[in-house]
Nanobody, 122 residues
Framework: QLQASGGGSVQAGDSLRLSCAAS????????MGWFRHVPGKPREFVAA????????YYADSVKGRFTISRDNAKNTVFVQMNSLKPEDTAVYYC?????????????????WGQGTQVTVSS
């Protein structure tokens, strides 16, 4: 089970740190990703990280502002979101991927957590 937390309502330019805590299985066996969804739009890739944490991938829209990380010992994945913009407003989801290659499409992820709402006002 994956549980995302850390969302909230902030002003443009502020920062938030989202956490994704796993229970029942070790995340060290999975690549992990963050996605976001706005009603009426497709779910969007945000960031992904390999099992060891050595490889990270970002959507162009968040590159340079967001940082994904993981602590396998604590079974938790994070995304640090800086310089937030109103267009970052969405429900953010974490997901785990079994496949060997780190994916950036939601279809390659096998397990999903409940989302956490991020609202950025201008």
């Amino acid at each position: 089970q994956l549980q995302a937390s850390g969302g909230g309502s902030v002003q443009a330019g502020d920062s938030l740190r989202l956490s994704c805590a796993a229970s029942g299985r070790s995340i060290s066996s999975y690549d992990m990703g963050w996605f976001r969804h706005v009603p009426g739009k497709p779910r969007e890739f945000v960031a992904a990280i390999s099992r060891s944490g050595g490889l990270t991938y970002y959507a162009d829209s968040v590159k340079g502002r967001f940082t994904i990380s993981r602590d396998n010992a604590k079974n938790t994945v994070f995304v640090q979101m800086n310089s937030l913009k109103p267009e970052d407003t969405a429900v953010y989801y974490c997901a785990a991927e079994v496949a060997v290659r780190v994916g950036t499409r939601d279809s390659t992820y096998d397990y999903w957590g409940q989302g956490t709402q991020v609202t950025v006002s201008s």
